[in-house]
């Protein structure tokens, strides 16, 4: 239930990365816990909300921006990320230029989003282990120098799709 005296803190999340790894998909498993195989690719900007309670007295909303089709519109995702709080940057475990491409959107976001952004790198489609190109302990080996967060997620699965969300909104600040 909701707590009479709890308190809701919101924040701007944006997901980023390559398209088709699957951004979209780890949206719609944590707003709607559902993954659809044959899902068209959004064209523009999509929203949703998704709350996170970390305990009785505090809840966490994520607006969440998905920026589909962005990485095609490089120069458009600044205005994406600015005023984000937090990002996810997602690669595909069986495509390795995804994790280069992903590497690419965290230093632009370390150069150029606010300098308080909480990061996450989500490697995903783990489900998909037999076809791995990029393995864990490289991208976690990259995750903690670049001081990111990490998980590899499965949309499909649902595989660390609540845990990536949960520790995004647990290292977000909270004022005391
Ligand atoms: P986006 O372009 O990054 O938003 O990627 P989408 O969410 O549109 O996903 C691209 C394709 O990958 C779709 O066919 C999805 O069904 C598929 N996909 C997404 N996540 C997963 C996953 O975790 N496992 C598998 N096997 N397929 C996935």
Redesign the pocket.
């Given at each position: 239930g909701t707590p009479a005296q709890g308190k809701t803190y919101q924040f701007k999340l944006v997901l980023l990365?390559e398209?088709?790894?699957?951004?979209?998909?780890l949206v719609m498993r944590f707003v709607k816990d559902h993954f659809?195989?044959y899902?068209e690719?959004t064209i523009g900007a999509a929203f949703l909300a998704q709350t996170i309670s970390l305990d009785d007295n505090t809840t966490v909303k994520f607006e969440i921006w998905d920026t589909?089709g962005q990485e095609r519109y490089k120069s458009l995702a600044p205005m994406y990320y600015r005023n984000a709080n937090c990002a996810v940057v997602?690669y595909d475990i069986t495509q390795a230029a995804s994790l280069e491409k992903a590497k690419a959107w965290v230093n632009e976001l370390q150069r150029q989003a606010d300098p308080n952004i909480v990061i996450a790198l989500a490697g995903?489609?783990c489900?998909?282990d037999s076809r791995r190109a990029v393995e864990t302990e490289t991208a976690q080996e990259y995750a903690d120098e670049a001081g990111l967060l990490f998980f590899e997620t499965?949309?499909?699965s649902a595989h660390n799709v609540t845990q990536l969300f949960t520790s995004i909104a647990k290292k977000m600040p909270l004022d005391q």
């Open positions: 990365g398209s088709a790894v699957g951004k979209s998909s659809d195989e899902r690719s589909a997602v995903n489609k489900d998909l499965s949309a499909k």
